[in-house]
Structures are given as C-alpha cells and as structure tokens.
C-alpha cells in the first residue's frame, strides 16, 4: 500500500523559511519513473503546482516560485524536502505532496500551514 | 508556461444528468491531460489521466476525451456523491499547471 504523509511547521512567521517533509511508504523512490511534486492550496482557491524532483534527481519549479523554492530527496529516508523561503500571509494554504506517475495517482492528506506574526 | 482554462467555473445539474466540463490548454499537449475530482477537506483525487484513461476503481460514469488544447470530462449520470470541485492538469511540460477548477453541486 502506497502513502504519503506530509509533516512540517503549523504555523511560520512572516519571512521566515518554510521546510516541509513528504515521507512516501511502500514505493522507492530510486524506482525509475518515480515522480514528487508539491502542490498547495489557498483556502478556497485553486491546486497550484509548486516544484518535482524525479527519481534521476531532476528538479523543476514553478516559475512564478522558483526564486524561492528548493526541493530535495533522501532516498535512505524515502523522503522528499521542500523549503520556502520568506514566507508570506498569501504563501497560507495547505500543502500537500503527491506523485508518483507523470500524474498524480498518489496523495499525501495535506497539511495547512498559516503565515502570521 | 502553459496556462489551462476550465468552463464553466461553476455548474449546477440534477441527479441523472449529463454534465460535460471543458479544459483548454494554451499550447497543444497532445494527450498529457488529467482530471481530478476533490471534495471538501479531502485531497484531490485521480479520475482519468492520458485525456482519456480511466484510473482503477473509478466509477465508468466518469469519461475523458479530447486532444491537443481542448478536453471534455463527461459524467452520464450524475449522483449525489459526484458532488465536488473538478480540476484538469496539463503534465506535457515539466511544468505542470492546473486549471482554476470548476464546482459541480445538485440543483
């Protein structure tokens, strides 16, 4: 059974950086083809795709984000990092990270995290 | 980057109906299309991928079709539990982008 489980901060102050962990079970991600990407959600807006690492370690992002953005895998840990740097009231949204085909078959929960002082 | 454009934004059908929602891509993406079906508090999930493939499990109601920059996501009969906001999503580019998604609720 394949899940994926984003964890990371709640709560993150204004300019602060944002780290979060996507820790993908019963799939490797050494396997050929395997894709991540992180997606996010503002309250009551739209899927916004954020950033994918492949399982060769290529790494796209979106160009509206990429001067902020960095993603990252541990393929001992099977996970997959994402960090923000400074992070915005906007940036609020729940995160979440899916793969693992060239379209998303797979899901983790989500996980909100809000922008506040 | 590629931009995707769903219509209509919003809809409004009965149970039984044929409801039909169109995505258009502002470049050709030949067949790289998704559509994904997301209710409230939940995680998207995949309905059809390829413009046309039905992922596993998913009821046969639920039918992709087009090519290039327009696509169709049809439900022949809606149901209640077809209650929900749809999204397409282009995966020609490396770049992925969704549309603005469209909110489907019973009249």
């Known amino acids: 059974q394949v899940t994926l489980k984003e964890s990371g901060p709640a709560l993150v102050k204004p300019t602060q950086t944002l780290t979060l962990t996507c820790t993908v079970s019963g799939f490797s991600l050494r396997t050929t083809g395997a894709r991540v990407s992180w997606i996010r959600q503002p309250p009551g807006k739209a899927l916004e795709w954020l950033a994918r690492?492949?399982?060769?370690?290529?790494?796209f992002y979106s160009t509206s984000l990429k001067t902020r953005l960095a993603i990252s895998k541990d393929t001992s840990k099977n996970q997959v990092v994402l960090t923000m740097t400074d992070m915005d009231p906007v940036d609020t949204a729940t995160y979440y990270c899916?793969?693992?085909?060239?379209?998303?078959?797979?899901w983790g929960q989500g996980t909100l995290v809000t922008v506040s002082s | 980057d590629i931009q995707m454009t769903q219509s209509p934004s919003s809809l409004s059908a009965s149970v039984g109906d044929r409801v039909t929602i169109t995505c258009r891509a502002s470049q050709s993406i030949t067949t790289y299309l998704n559509w994904y079906q997301q209710k409230p508090g939940k995680a998207p999930k995949l309905l059809i991928y390829a413009a046309s493939t039905l992922q596993s499990g998913v009821p046969s109601r639920f039918s992709g079709g087009g090519s290039g920059t327009d696509f169709t996501l049809t439900i022949s009969s809606l149901q209640p539990e077809d209650i929900a906001t749809y999204y397409c999503q282009q995966s020609y580019s490396n770049l992925y982008s969704f549309a603005q998604g469209t909110m489907l609720d019973i009249k």
């Open positions: 899916a793969g693992l085909s060239s379209y998303f078959d797979y």
């Open positions: 690492i492949d399982w060769d370690d290529n790494k």
